[in-house]
Each structure stands twice: as C-alpha cells, then as structure tokens.
C-alpha cells in the first residue's frame, strides 16, 4: 500500500496532536451528539496531560462534529501541529478505543490500519422486479460505484445512478458497460462485483467490455445500501473479509520468495531499522501489534531511526527522541518513498512483527 495521503503531514514539523475519536451515529445511540462531546472531553484531558498546548487543544476541538452527516458507525482521526490542522481523515470503523497522543511525531498506524486492505473495485446493482421480456413495461434501475475498500464506506467514490426503459435494455446495457468502463479505469479496479435480478444482470454482463467482462464477480443477496453510506457495504464487507489487495499480495509473494532463497530480504526489528537507514526498502510488513511495547529512537529526518539514542548521537543528530516503533517506521517508510503492507498474523507471523523486501542486495554486505 502507498502512503503517499501521509506525506502533506510528514512535511509539517511537530510536535503533532493525534487523536482517534469514535465518531458513530448510529441508532444505539441515543444522543450521538453528546456522546461524541463526552469522549472528547476525555481525550482533551489527556493532551493536556501530555503537555499540549492550548492552539493545539483548540484545533482539535474545531473539527469534533464536523461529521455529523456521515451516518453509521465510524470515527475520526485528526492531527495538529503548532495550532493548525495537519490532517483530517474520516474513518472506516470506530477506532478499537479513543485515543489522544501528543508528542514528536505523528501516530499515524492506527490511521493507515483503517485504510488497508485498500481494493479498487466497482459494484453493481441492477434494480429490476418485471417480466423476463424486453416487452415488458417499468424500468431497469442501474447503481454503481467504483471506489478503494474499505474507505468507501465513509467517503463515497464514483457514483452513478440510471433508470432505463426495458424495451431499451439489451442496447443501452451496451452503453451503461462502456461507462462503467470508465469509472473502472480510473481507479484501476481489482475487481467487479455485480448484484440484482439475474435476467437484467446478465444481459448487462455480457455487454460489458471485454476487460471488464473478465473481472465480474456475480454475488446475491446485496442488500438494500445506505444513503451516504458505500454501495453494497454488508456485501462488500463479507467479501472483503481477510482478503489483501492484489498489489500487496504479489508484494508479500516477493518477500517470502526472496526469504525462501536467503536473497533481497531482511526480518526482525533491528534488520528493518538498518535497511530503512539506507534507504534500501521497496515494501515493509508489519503485523499490527497496538499493544507493542517495542520503541525506537528518532531524529528529525525519516531515515533517521535506531534502536539506541547512542547510535544517533554518534551520527551528529541533536534533536532526539523515543518513539513507538510503528510510529517511527511509518515516518520512514513515507520519507523514503517505500511501501506497507499490514500483514494479517494468522496469514504470515513476522520475526517481532516486521519484515521488509529490499530493493536490491549490497554486494558489500
């Protein structure tokens, strides 16, 4: 997964106040409003206990409420830094517990967890209950979206919405395939889900572009969508569940055959930290461990990490700082322009939960 949303922050200079806020509203809440009040005051003490200045506080304080229009359940991750809004990301899922840190850099990884496992793809739903006859009267109703999962479910993608004649169907479904087409392309869908009365979807199936055509994946049972809400969203989670995105697969498919063959690859934490010093990583693996106690330390440029403030201090570096380690390896992986791939433990358990593909060997070891 890139990570080039990241890099506007890490061009700011800290410190940065990070705040994962659950912002849902949803019918179990009775007053969302005041729920969401009630859990920032909370974590607005925790700044304030962390030492936040009050422009910071503030700052953070203008965007709770701010998305009172998206519906369901969700949440909120907000960065400031020196009293300005640094970035605002809406997020998927409510975060596991609201959070609040303030401190040298920001905590993105909760941030770029809820953005995994990032698929292109586009839905379908043909809306149809007639007669199986293009004889028929009432109309073929199309929605579609084409957007990146699971962000989707709270910041809406290409949408497109049409209602077309029966006795038109077998011809425009032609013309419908070629701008589902278009929507598709721009974001290089992985895959084309497409739900509804089996007669009028597949007669729009087989008009579609050949490309496209060789990517559908038929599915029942779409359920009805919510409004502001991604298209498909009980389908396309139970879809979507444990599976990776394509490009992150052949990445992870790298690396286990580099590791197979003692080639392009390094494991374990302090490895990782080396190559990332040298700009050497094309992709890291992490399996997400919130709760780990592993911390690095950290200088003012990315590449600038090390397991001891020593090693730092040896190089010149003056401005210094202890980090959690996902924190200071998300930085680094940003500033020197590689990838990350969350890595789901059951589907591969790295040596203290990092791994890195190399972008090539130093001969000189």
């Not at 498909?232 to 490009?247: I, K, N, P």
């Not at 690859?265 to 080396?274: I, K, R």
């Not at 990490?305 to 940003?334: C, H, N, P």
Request: glycine share 10%; proline share 6%.
């Amino acid at each position: 997964m890139k990570l080039s949303f990241l890099e506007p922050l890490y061009k700011q200079r800290g410190p940065f106040a990070s705040v994962y806020l659950d912002t849902s509203r949803d019918g179990a809440i009775e007053d969302p409003d005041a729920a969401v009040q009630l859990r920032w005051r909370r974590l607005r003490d925790a700044l304030m206990s962390e030492g936040a200045d009050q422009d910071s506080i503030t700052a953070v304080a203008g965007t709770v409420g701010g998305d009172a229009d998206v519906p369901g359940t969700h949440g909120r991750a907000v960065f400031t830094a020196h009293g300005h809004l640094a970035l605002l990301d809406e997020l998927p899922a409510p975060p596991a517990r609201d959070t609040a840190h303030f401190g040298t850099l920001p905590d993105t990884m909760p941030l770029i967890v809820q953005h995994a496992p990032g698929i292109p793809y586009l839905a379908v739903h043909v809306h149809y209950g007639g007669r199986h006859s293009t004889d028929a009267a009432g109309t073929v109703r199309i929605e579609a979206e084409a957007g990146t999962w699971p962000l989707t479910r709270v910041t809406p993608g290409h949408r497109m919405d049409q209602e077309i004649p029966v006795a038109d169907w077998t011809h425009a479904a032609g013309e419908v395939g070629r701008e589902l087409e278009g929507h598709a392309r721009r974001i290089d869908v992985e895959t084309v889900f497409v739900a509804g009365d089996v007669w009028a979807r597949g007669i729009l199936v087989r008009r579609l572009p050949a490309a496209l055509r060789g990517q559908v994946t038929t599915v029942e049972g779409a359920g009805e969508s919510e409004p502001g809400r991604a298209l498909m969203e009980q389908c396309l989670e139970r879809l979507f569940t444990g599976r990776m995105a394509a490009h992150d697969r052949a990445l992870l498919d790298a690396f286990l055959a580099e590791r197979a063959r003692d080639g392009a690859f390094a494991e374990g934490l302090a490895p990782a930290v080396s190559e990332l010093q040298r700009g050497r990583v094309k992709a890291l693996f992490l399996n997400d461990h919130p709760e780990s106690p592993l911390r690095l330390w950290v200088g003012p440029e990315p590449g600038q990490l090390a397991l001891a403030e020593e090693e730092l201090r040896s190089y010149g570096i003056r401005e210094i700082s202890e980090e959690r380690a996902d924190t200071a390896l998300a930085r680094a992986v940003v500033g020197t322009r590689a990838e990350l791939v969350v890595v789901p433990e059951q589907e591969l358990r790295l040596g203290e939960g990092v791994g890195v593909l190399l972008r090539y060997i130093d001969p000189r070891g």
